[in-house]
């Protein structure tokens, strides 16, 4: 009995010691974009309302202002045509207007209309 409690003793100091490394590496890269950031948000339409446009670039320096963006939009090719990949076909032409921090930017479109979900290339 005795080896079971010590046994359980030192499995919540692992764990607690793992989670106070996690939090201090956390806590370190919070002035980073995490992963999910800069990987699969980083050329997406995030927020679309009325005439305002708002687009994740992912980090400082991917758009200027005055810069002119294709936007895409993928569509899975069904299985029994091409092996079922997705195919993406343009249907916007974007401004960036404004950046709003290292992250975002607002767009104008310029031609055609974008959706949430859509693919900016930058």
């Known amino acids: 009995m005795v080896m079971k409690v010590a046994g ?5 100091m692992a764990l607690g010691a793992g989670l106070l490394v ?3 590496a956390g806590a370190a890269n919070a002035a980073q974009p995490s992963l999910y950031h800069r990987v699969l948000m ?5 927020e679309q309302i009325a005439d305002r446009t708002l687009i994740c670039i992912g980090n400082e ?23 079922g990949k997705r195919r ?3 249907v ?12 975002y930017a607002r767009v104008e479109i310029i031609q055609g ?3 949430v979900g859509d693919r900016i290339r930058l």
């Open 8 to 12: 359980r003793a030192r499995y919540r």
């Open 22 to 24: 996690l939090t201090v």
């Open 42 to 46: 980083r050329g997406q339409v995030v």
């Open 61 to 83: 320096g991917a758009a200027q202002v005055g810069d002119e963006l294709t936007i895409l939009r993928h569509k899975r090719v069904p299985l029994n045509s091409r092996g």
């Open 88 to 90: 993406a076909r343009q």
């Open 92 to 103: 916007a032409t974007a401004r960036v207007a404004e950046l709003s921090d290292s992250h």
């Open 113 to 115: 209309a974008a959706r």
